[in-house]
T-cell receptor, first 114, second 113 residues
């Protein structure tokens, strides 16, 4: 099955700096890669996703890049703010097989220092 | 549009008892997923239901079971509770297509004493 590795496990940045979280996946047939943000006491919230036919996607301060050859994808947050502090999860899924279940990375705890 | 709702928010049980957790998906969503999130750990896939059928199951013992009702709501049952079952149980729903995003509820915190 799919295996997703996520790094780093914790990340501390100063407000205004950029943050980068990286994930690698094992199943070359995976074709959908969402990113989730989980704040304390809440469920994960989808913040951005990318499909395998796209190399990069941006949404305001958040961007995701995908390298299918190397089987890795990254989340980039620019101009970080204290409210960006949360746990971020990457995920990968292999669609079209009838065995649809997201495999999540182990999470990155991002702390933005004011 | 109402999001995914889960009940109860907190549940305290004794070892050996049974727990039932409930989930209502977003209107129009036919797929429901259950994940376990133990303290400080990631999300482990438990079960996936679509159109009333169990479609996939994670690496959990048979005492974890569930069902999906005709209105697409779902319940997760955990029998013979063990201390290590203490975790946040998250339900998510989607429209069922392969690349439809999953939308999560805020979970049920199960504590086994």
């Amino acid at each position: 099955g799919e295996n997703v590795e996520q790094h780093p496990s914790t990340l501390s940045v100063q407000e205004g700096d950029s943050a980068v979280i990286k994930c690698t996946y094992s199943d070359s047939a995976s074709n959908y890669f969402p990113w989730y943000k989980q704040e304390l006491g809440k469920g994960p919230q989808l913040i951005i996703d990318i499909r395998s036919n796209v190399g990069e996607k941006k949404d305001q301060r958040i961007a995701v890049t995908l390298n299918k050859t190397a089987k890795h994808f990254s989340l980039h947050i620019t101009e970080t703010q204290p409210e960006d502090s949360a746990v971020y999860f990457c995920a990968a899924i292999r669609g079209g097989t009838g065995r649809r279940a997201l495999t999540f990375g182990s999470g990155t705890r991002l702390q933005v220092q004011p | 549009e109402a999001g995914v709702t889960q009940s109860p928010t907190h549940l305290i049980k004794t070892r050996g008892q049974q727990a039932t957790l409930r989930c209502s998906p977003i209107s129009g969503h036919t797929s429901v997923y259950w994940y376990q999130q133990a303290l400080g750990l990631g999300l482990q896939f438990l079960l996936w239901y679509d159109e009333g059928e169990e479609r996939n199951r994670g690496n959990f013992p048979p005492r974890f079971s569930g069902r999906q009702f005709p209105n697409y709501s779902s319940e997760l049952n955990v029998n013979a509770l063990e201390l290590e079952d203490s975790a946040l149980y998250l339900c998510a729903s989607s429209q069922g297509q392969d690349d439809s995003p999953l939308h999560f509820g805020n979970g049920t915190r199960l504590t086994v004493t």
